[in-house]
């Protein structure tokens, strides 16, 4: 299993910064957030792009993810709750296909950095969108997504998180079966999980071989806030066995967003306790 940290924990210092620091603290993977001030997808350019690719092979720095859950680029004057609007299933047409779109340039760069996958949400049952014309938003809006990942061979990976759409892994492994694309499958993040009183090795063992990424972080009790690993009541032990069943080998990617004020911090001691327990 490799380890990864997000750059949404240096959301207050540059990409470069970010990346530098997270090859500083241990990590051979990083996952890359497409928001401000890092990599949002309607400001990405060659230049950008460029300045990437060079500081990740100067610092032998794979990519784990691209994070494309959230969009706070998107608004400039937001609404209460922007974290996983505009969506796409936003009751708000241009909404949705905006949304579209930044998933689609949020490919492209990853072909263009190398990374092997995104994650995405499926957003909120907004007012006007109640569950069941949602599920047909879903199935329209996602597919031509899907098409373009294939064309690309980049994988799309749904995030459940609690109060979403999309909330509980046996949703996901639904959908998965259902839409029965390839490219299809989960960013699995164990804490959301732990938060809703799913199974993790349960939650793993349902989803597999279509665990394109796994976020990790610590949780105290059900209680959804990001914890360093190690701090929190996460069985890790639990995790590792389940992970070693479905012979996962792709990347454990901490994700510490709420650890803004101490990034490096975070990263150095999520580095130290998971390279103690996974290796």
């Known amino acids: 299993m490799l380890l990864a940290f997000s750059t949404n924990a240096y959301t207050k210092h540059s990409l470069t910064t970010a990346l530098r620091g997270i090859r500083q603290a241990g990590f051979a993977?990083?996952?890359?957030?497409?928001?401000?001030?890092?990599?949002?997808?309607d400001a990405i350019d060659a230049a950008l792009t460029n300045e990437v690719k060079r500081e990740l092979e100067k610092l032998q720095l794979a990519v784990s993810n691209i994070n494309v859950n959230c969009s706070f680029g998107y608004w400039k004057d937001a609404p209460p709750e922007p974290y996983f609007e505009p969506s796409l299933i936003s009751p708000n047409p241009q909404h949705r296909a905006d949304r579209a779109r930044l998933i689609m340039k949020a490919l492209d760069f990853a072909k263009d950095v190398g990374a092997a996958n995104i994650s995405i949400t499926s957003g909120r049952l907004l007012g006007g969108m109640p569950p069941e014309p949602a599920a047909k938003q879903f199935a329209e809006s996602i597919r031509p997504i899907l098409d373009r990942a294939d064309q690309l061979g980049i994988n799309v990976g749904i995030e459940c998180e609690p109060g979403l759409y999309l909330e509980y892994v046996t949703e996901l492994r639904d959908w998965i079966d259902r839409l029965n694309h390839p490219r299809f499958g989960a960013n699995l993040d164990v804490g959301h999980s732990q938060v809703i009183g799913e199974?993790?090795?349960?939650?793993?063992?349902?989803?597999n071989d279509r665990?394109?990424?796994?976020?990790?972080?610590?949780i105290p009790g059900r209680k959804h806030y990001?914890?360093?690993?190690?701090?929190?009541?996460?069985d890790w032990q639990a995790l590792k066995r389940a992970l070693?069943?479905?012979?996962?080998?792709?990347?454990?990617t901490?994700?510490?967003y709420t650890h803004w004020q101490n990034p490096q911090e975070a990263a150095d001691q999520s580095y130290q306790f998971l390279s103690r327990i996974f290796g």
Not at 199 to 207: C, G, M, N, R
Not at 226 to 234: A, D, E, F, V
């Open 211 to 218: 665990i394109w990424n796994l976020h990790v972080e610590d």
């Open 199 to 207: 199974s993790i090795p349960d939650a793993v063992a349902l989803l």
């Open 29 to 41: 993977g990083v996952e890359i957030l497409a928001d401000p001030p890092h990599a949002y997808p």
């Open 244 to 252: 070693h069943a479905i012979h996962y080998k792709r990347y454990l």
């Open 254 to 256: 901490v994700e510490l």
């Open 226 to 234: 990001h914890m360093i690993p190690g701090q929190g009541t996460l």
